[in-house]
């Protein structure tokens, strides 16, 4: 019997950068991982309930289907530090972060610093039972009620959560309320909290995949003062505390620390076609091919399609790995007929076979189990009982790549759009690997689920780089998939709530997502919210019109004539700008800097971007100002602080920072704002164009966009980055262009634009340009800074 008090810990002792205390039942481990990076791991024993981890790979592009040792430590810098207990305090110290434990209860206070500042406290434990794991493991901090908490994925409701009570449960949840619904289908356990009185973030992150409440002050107990905790289901309690101090270091640790955003094909940034109804139709291969003729008489630009799960029907039940061939008579001809109309298709998986499954023996013992019975686990299921696959599984890795290679893949489809895959399953009998629980790994599945799907693709066309979809997911996703916001329900409640949930999205890690436009379930949006919709739309990394209307009807590009012209604008749009989404996509994969990003997120030090609105940035450069109210021609848009000012995009105006600025919002025009002192890259007609938008004064400001086929792996020689530097002043506007790496560009020259009222002197280069506002620019191969 152990002699410590009940609450108490002891320091037993440390190896490297990681230092044990050892409780009367528990253990607890700190390590000391980066200056601004330390996690925290209770155990009841010497050895964690789950030994692996599949959301921890620093800087890395994949992990293995066993994951990692939890006990790993490598990737990290793993600094010095500086330790000591006085009495019953235990001190650490690193170059960023110090630590102030409180042995009685291991209570914590964090301080920070940066540079030769000063220690500033920055989170505490609650006083009271800061740990307790009776019911499942929860931890519970001291709450300031000027806090702002952002993250916890694509949670519902404003950005700041503060207030809000979040379930981490994944569930498909059609037709949620964008404001309140709660869970709904990912499972992402972190959030970033911001003290705006001293304007220091950090970030909590809890390694677990399990359900699990987040209780942002919601809750109210007098006993225990104002506080807001994280309790799981089950399990250990592992967290990682980051430290910022801005909102963007925080998030972009973050995804270094779970892994590299996955960089796909340049055809998956194009618009992407779909809608359930064309494969409940029995004759949907006719079907699909008067979709690709309505894209062509219509002029509609479109690079892939989505294949809903009506392929695989038997009646009005879905069957994974089953072509209906009565409504598909040839699968490999329809997938031609699209390739040969340049549209990929992207085919609908589940991760569940019904009980009537004409593979349901073949594949029994791949299958979550019951451990009271030893037969597979039943579920309720779209069409009625089913079993979900186990993917803890080496076998079930293996037959799944098979399946999908043999019955997809190998008739031309492009890309496998996992689907359904939240893994409902509430039985606690319920085992993987035949003895690890279930609800140990609930979201562990669908990760996996999307790795032996990115394999599979992998290996099938191992010269093109893959491109997956997922609908549900963990940390550590980011690495394999792009997703969306699930099955949303139409209403310009929607419009304006998915915005928020994308932001979400976004400081959780995930970078490369969108919003099914028009919205999936309910009524047929009217003409203004569609065309409002697709002006949203079309500024996301994914850019799908799906639906599901309970009305009958389909959305399409073309459903309202007299909304075509507004459509075809935007669509054209989007080809514009597609060489910016295609460069920010290879900085998110790069340096982990994400596509879409809430106002404050480059504007940190200026307060007013903290106000809840329905505007986001896009990349660095770009502010979008969606519209979500009927009836708008103007838009109101509050301009961060900025030494270069604001353009608007199409028209060329410059606005001060600072300030709230009218713009013009006419139908079928995104109010679209660019950062003075930027220069986008955008497609114009067959050559690639520069929009420069200097700044009014004396400035400089760099820029890198990226190049290459579209498709083929990164190595060297496969692609090139053309590197710009922007120097201004009041009377000339310099600019230096060159080219960096192997690849041989498809346009031989560039051409320059710049805003209408711009008079100022133009010099590309060393070369005298006069005052024109545009210029061709000829790129040398091979060409070096001058």
């Known amino acids: 019997m152990s002699l410590l008090p009940h609450h108490y810990f002891l320091f037993t002792g440390s190896n490297g950068n990681v230092l044990q205390f050892r409780g009367q039942e528990t253990i607890v481990r700190l390590f000391i991982l980066e200056h601004g990076l330390i996690r925290v791991l209770f155990t009841k024993g010497p050895e964690p309930q789950l030994g692996r981890t599949w959301s921890i790979a620093p800087g890395l592009e994949d992990l293995p289907f066993e994951g990692r040792d939890r006990l790993d430590t ?199 076609g779909s809608s359930m109804s064309y494969t409940e139709a029995p004759d949907s291969q006719e079907k ?63 991760p569940a076979l019904l009980k009537d499954h004409p593979l349901f023996e073949e594949a029994k013992e791949l299958f979550i189990q019951n451990a009271d019975t030893g037969e597979p686990e039943m579920a309720q299921y779209w069409d009625g009982a089913a079993a979900f696959l186990d993917f803890t599984k080496a076998e079930t890795v293996s037959w799944w790549k098979a399946k999908v290679t043999e019955t997809l893949l190998h008739y031309g489809i492009a890309s496998l759009w996992n689907d359904n895959n939240e893994y409902e399953i509430w039985g606690r009998t319920a085992v993987c690997s035949e003895t690890l629980p279930f609800h140990l ?185 969606s519209v979500t109210e009927p009836g708008q021609t103007e838009r109101s848009v509050y301009l961060p602080v900025h030494e270069g000012g604001w353009y608007e995009y199409h028209s060329g105006k410059w606005h001060e920072g600072g300030r709230t600025a009218i713009m013009p919002a006419p139908l079928g025009q995104v109010p679209l704002l660019v950062k003075g002192g930027s220069i986008l890259p955008v497609q114009l007609a067959e050559e690639r164009g520069l929009l420069v938008f200097p700044a009014k004064e004396k400035a400089y400001s760099s820029f890198h966009f990226f190049e290459d086929d579209g498709e083929s792996l990164l190595q060297k020689g496969s692609f090139a980055v053309l590197h710009a530097e922007l120097l201004s002043n009041a009377e000339e506007i310099q600019l230096q262009i060159w080219k960096e790496g192997g690849f041989v560009l498809p346009y031989k020259t560039i051409e320059l634009r710049f805003p209408e009222a711009e008079k100022r002197k133009l010099v590309i280069n060393g070369t005298d340009y006069g005052r024109s506002r545009t210029a061709v620019f000829h790129l040398k191969e091979g060409g070096r800074k001058p």
């Open 441 to 625: 790994v609930r979201a562990l599945q669908p990760l996996l689920m999307m790795k032996a799907s990115f394999e599979a693709q992998k290996e099938h066309s191992p010269e093109k780089r893959p491109y997956l979809i997922s609908r549900s997911g963990a940390p550590g996703m980011q690495r394999y998939v792009q997703t969306w916001t699930g099955d949303n329900r139409t209403s310009w409640k929607t419009l304006k709530y998915n915005i928020r949930m994308g932001i979400g999205l976004s400081l959780s890690g995930i970078y490369n997502f969108g919003h099914d436009v028009g919205g999936f379930s309910g009524p047929a949006p009217d003409p203004e919210l569609f065309v409002r919709w697709i002006e949203n739309g079309v500024m996301h990394p994914r850019f799908t019109i799906h639906s599901w209307n309970e009305d009958g009807t389909v959305n399409e590009p073309w459903m309202y004539p007299d909304m075509l012209p507004y459509v075809k604008k935007l669509m054209d749009f989007r080809t514009e700008i597609l060489p910016y989404l295609y460069t920010a996509l290879y900085e998110a994969h790069m340096d982990d800097k994400p596509v879409i990003r809430p106002v404050f997120y480059d504007h940190e030090q200026d307060e007013k971007t903290f106000t809840d609105c329905d505007d986001f940035m896009l990349g660095d450069s770009l502010l979008a100002a």
């Open 288 to 350: 699909l091919g008067e979709f690709l003729e309505s894209c062509s008489r219509h002029d509609i630009p479109c690079s892939s399609f989505q294949l809903s799960s009506g392929y695989t029907s038997i009646g009005g039940r879905r069957y994974v790995f089953h072509w209906n061939r009565s409504k598909f008579p040839d699968p490999g001809e329809l997938a031609e007929t699209f390739a040969a109309s340049g549209v990929k298709l992207c085919a609908n998986v589940k």
């Open 74 to 272: 490598s990737g990290f810098s793993l600094p010095d530090y500086f330790m000591q207990q006085t009495g019953q305090v235990f001190s650490i110290r690193t170059g960023r972060l110090q630590l102030e434990i409180e042995l009685d209860g291991f209570k914590i206070s964090w301080f920070f610093k940066e540079g030769g500042g000063d220690w500033i406290p920055v989170a505490r434990d609650r006083r009271t039972q800061a740990y307790i794991f009776s019911e499942g493991p929860a931890h519970y901090l001291e709450r300031d009620p000027e806090e702002q908490y952002f993250g916890l994925g694509e949670k519902t409701g404003p950005v700041n959560k503060h207030g809000r009570r979040y379930r981490m449960q994944p569930m498909d949840a059609m037709g949620y309320d964008a404001e309140t619904t709660d869970p709904l289908y990912k499972h992402l356990p972190f959030y970033i909290t911001r003290n705006p009185k001293s304007g220091i973030s950090y970030g909590l992150f809890y390694d677990h995949y399990c359900t699990s409440v987040f209780d942002m002050g919601a809750e109210l107990d007098q006993y225990h003062g104002l506080y807001r905790y994280f309790q799981a289901e089950a399990g250990d309690l592992d967290y990682y505390f980051l430290a910022g101090p801005q909102v963007r270091d925080v998030t972009e640790t973050y995804a270094w620390m779970t892994g590299r955003t996955v960089f796909p094909p340049k055809w998956s940034l194009g618009y992407s």
